[in-house]
């Protein structure tokens, strides 16, 4: 069955950066994108960014664009998030999903990892 | 706040029907983008619950249904039970921002 198992907690500095992983399995890693999505405590989902994991082509949410970086190890089907000069505001859930290729749409989750940023 | 409008809250008694709003503009729902739907239950990571306006994966009970019309949609669910309580947000592509983008998400009460 379709398997999106990301790493664990995280607790950061301001300033540092976080990378979070997302292995994926159950299905052919190629034929799908992959979306990072975050939630922030008691609040909503908020789109970071989508991979391409054929191509590498990636698209970043322009509040993120510069400070965030997206990429794949087809090798191990996982793929990489990687968020810099974090501040407590970045304190969330992140997820990944895999999105259904020419669709916008994540038909499977990751169990999400917490990032907490605190000095 | 969020591109796409959800009202934060609605609730029900058990069986009967509500309905969640979604309304966005005319660079998001309106320009033709498909809208989805999640389903967060309490604790959990969000699951598809609708996709492409009105379908169901595998798994859905039929008592969820969208629609989408001009620049809103709306989720509706039928015969509320109390295992519906969750958060339920939508979730279209925008060309302005040209990005994915959620409502604020609604919290259903089941009473």
């Known amino acids: 069955q379709v398997q999106l198992v990301q790493s664990g907690t995280e607790v950061k500095k301001p300033g540092a950066s976080v990378t979070v992983s997302c292995k994926a399995s159950g299905y052919t890693f190629g034929t799908y994108g992959i979306n990072w999505v975050r939630q922030a405590p008691g609040q909503g989902l908020e789109w970071l960014g989508w991979?391409?994991?054929?191509?590498?082509?990636?698209n970043y949410a322009q509040m993120f664009q510069g400070r965030v970086t997206m990429t794949t190890d087809t090798s191990t089907t996982t793929a990489y998030m990687e968020l810099r000069s974090l501040t407590s505001d970045d304190t969330a859930v992140y997820y990944c999903g895999r999105v259904v290729t020419g669709y916008y749409r994540m038909d499977y989750w990751g169990q999400g990892t917490l990032v907490t940023v605190s000095s | 706040q969020s591109v796409l409008t959800q009202p934060p809250s609605v609730s029900g008694a058990p069986g009967l029907r509500i309905t969640i709003s979604c309304t966005g503009s005319s660079s998001n729902i309106g320009a033709g983008y498909d809208v989805h739907w999640y389903q967060q239950l309490p604790g959990t990571a969000p699951k598809l619950l609708i996709y492409g306006n009105k379908n169901r994966p595998s798994g859905v009970p039929d008592r969820f249904s969208g629609s989408k019309s001009g620049t809103s949609a709306s989720l509706a669910i039928t015969g509320l039970q109390a295992e519906d309580e969750a958060d339920y947000y939508c979730?279209?592509?925008?060309?302005?921002?040209?990005?994915?983008?959620f409502g604020g998400g609604t919290k259903l009460a089941v009473l």
């Open positions: 991979m391409s994991t054929s191509n590498g082509k990636t």
């Open positions: 979730q279209s592509y925008d060309s302005r921002l040209e990005g994915w983008v």
